[in-house]
């Protein structure tokens, strides 16, 4: 994944409003991948968490935590996807997004 580029960022947030806007939405988006990542993690080790602990299980807690330390961080990831143009944001009390997207 590349450096953020903030004129990028810039350029991209003046296209669907403001930089404050984006960075709000870019915010949001990266707790919700956050929470996602988390409970993928939880879910793989919650049956670990039961068994007793030994130098197998250790083994596999490693093996899991490394391959999540392996996944970019959220922030990265939420905008990677505004880049990409699936992220999409707008203001409750505005005009709502058309559906043509």
């Known amino acids: 994944m590349s450096l ?8 991209k947030a003046s296209a669907q409003g403001s930089l ?3 960075i709000v ?3 949001l ?3 919700q991948i956050n929470d996602q990542i988390r409970n993928q ?3 793989r080790t919650y049956d670990l968490a039961e068994r007793e602990e030994d130098n197998e299980t250790r083994a596999i ?7 999540f330390d392996r996944i970019p961080k959220p922030t990265f990831l939420a905008m990677r996807e505004m ?5 999409h944001w707008w203001r409750p009390n505005a005009e709502q997004p058309s559906a043509e997207a």
């Open 83 to 87: 880049f990409d143009d699936k992220l």
């Open 25 to 27: 939405a870019l915010g």
């Open 29 to 31: 988006r990266a707790r």
């Open 4 to 11: 953020v580029n903030p004129i990028e960022v810039k350029m």
């Open 61 to 67: 807690k490693l093996e899991v935590s490394r391959e």
């Open 20 to 22: 404050y806007e984006a």
């Open 41 to 43: 993690y939880l879910a």
